[in-house]
């Protein structure tokens, strides 16, 4: 049946509240603190406002019980509102629903909706372009299994014990990548930064951010390694970009894709070309980690720095060392600004900065050791990556199976209902 039937009121919170935003407000929940896969209230990044008065907002009040919908992105995350939760309410892209509790429970509705029915429904229902979105209606309508009302208990109770085991799993993967990420810069650091011969004599580099480094490796400026650049582009190369996470791009990155925020001039005349072997830096997030070395002939933004190399330089090797945490917090000192994301490195701060260089034979030992090494944490996290997909996929089975009595759960034993979804 529809959750209709069994609905006291179905409603959406007001719009305007952020202008209410307020440290000493009542808790205000966003489909950000609706768990997806997960029936379950996220109160860890949680928002307060300041409540109006009048009815407009004792009406999206929540009460321990109701049922949580989010009606426009994340679509199908839903959460159920646990006992005890202090005064909150819901802004307006969270649908909130409060049954009679004569057929449908709360829990038994929420993992409904996490089911294949609900997830089925809530995609056909969704419209818009960029911004999809459910109306009252879609949620009011949603078909709903109805089991006896003590069954629905039972079959909630044991999907909650056996889901939670299914999450601890999926947080035991999640803390391993990122372990894994946490070894992968630990190791690349120490190649960058002392060499790969452990026992190499070492000496006193007198940088501060680098310590000891190998007797035999010698000190430089940037300056003394690569000179700006600052050549115009042409309309058939392609326009680049630098990732944080993965340096410069070998190919134009369709507009869709882009890291938030980041934007294209129309006039390709006002980027820079870069050729293979470049080092290019985002001026505003170099104290992110923001460089990359350049593979493929092409263009980047006005707003990055290109230097080219004056020398023989494995420049892979400069990157590598240009984005462990301690030349990270470098690049920090010597960017100017007021706050975090204003702060801006320039090329004239940028080239002073002094780094310890091995021979070239060594620096292309390194970065092949470093490639390597990454291939292999990279296989290992995705190993853990498909082992959390597949965990997701059994909890959406197993739900699904439960809430649509495929699986009589009173007469299986935990191990064989999970074995009735595989």
């Known amino acids: 049946m529809p959750l209709k039937r069994d609905l006291d009121f179905l409603t959406s919170g007001s719009r305007g509240w952020a202008e209410n935003y307020s440290d000493e407000g009542e808790l205000f929940i966003r489909i950000t603190n609706l768990t997806r896969g997960s029936i379950g209230l996220d109160l860890t990044d949680i928002q307060r406002v300041a409540v109006p008065d009048g009815a407009e907002g004792s009406r999206t009040k929540v009460r321990s019980g109701d049922v949580l919908f989010s009606i426009t992105a994340y679509l199908g995350s839903v959460a159920v509102v646990p006992d005890a939760l202090e005064s909150a309410y819901v802004s307006q892209h969270v649908a909130l629903a409060r049954f009679h509790q004569l057929r449908l429970t709360s829990k038994w509705v929420g993992f409904v909706a996490l089911s294949v029915v609900g997830q089925a429904w809530f995609g056909m229902k969704s419209y818009g372009g960029t911004k999809i979105q459910l109306s009252l209606d879609d949620v009011r309508d949603l078909p709903t299994p109805v089991a006896p009302v003590d069954e629905q208990r039972a079959i909630a109770a044991f999907l909650d014990r056996e889901t939670a085991k299914i999450d601890e799993l999926v947080a035991e993967q999640r803390r391993l990548m990122e372990l894994l990420k946490e070894k992968r810069q630990a190791v690349i650091s120490h190649a960058v930064m002392k060499g790969l ?11 501060e951010w680098l310590g000891e480094v190998p007797a035999h490796w010698e000190f430089n400026r940037i300056a003394n390694v690569f000179r700006e650049v600052g050549e115009p582009g042409t309309a058939e190369l392609p326009i680049l970009s630098v990732s944080i996470h993965h340096g410069v791009s070998d190919k134009e990155i369709a507009e869709d894709e882009l890291e938030r925020k980041v934007t294209r001039s129309d006039d390709r005349s006002k980027y820079k070309q870069v050729s293979p072997g470049d080092l290019v830096y985002n001026m505003m997030r170099a104290w992110q980690g923001g460089f990359g070395t350049v593979t493929v002939m092409g263009m980047v933004s006005p707003a990055y720095v290109v ?116």
């Open 197 to 207: 011969n452990p026992d190499a004599p070492m000496k006193p580099s007198g940088i």
């Open 307 to 422: 230097a080219r190399p004056l020398k023989m330089v494995k420049t892979a090797y400069i990157e590598h060392l240009l984005r462990t945490p301690q030349a990270i917090e470098q690049m920090r000192r010597h960017s100017r600004g007021v706050t975090d994301f204003r702060l801006r490195l320039y090329w004239d701060e940028f080239k002073n900065i002094r780094v310890a260089l091995p021979p070239i034979e060594e620096t292309t030992a390194i970065c092949a050791k470093i490639s390597e090494l990454e291939e292999r944490f990279s296989a290992m996290s995705a190993e853990s990556a498909e082992s959390i997909r597949l965990l997701q996929e059994r909890r959406t089975a197993l739900i699904s199976a439960a809430v649509t009595g495929q699986i009589d759960v009173r007469a299986l034993s935990p191990t064989k209902a999970m074995e009735a979804t595989t």
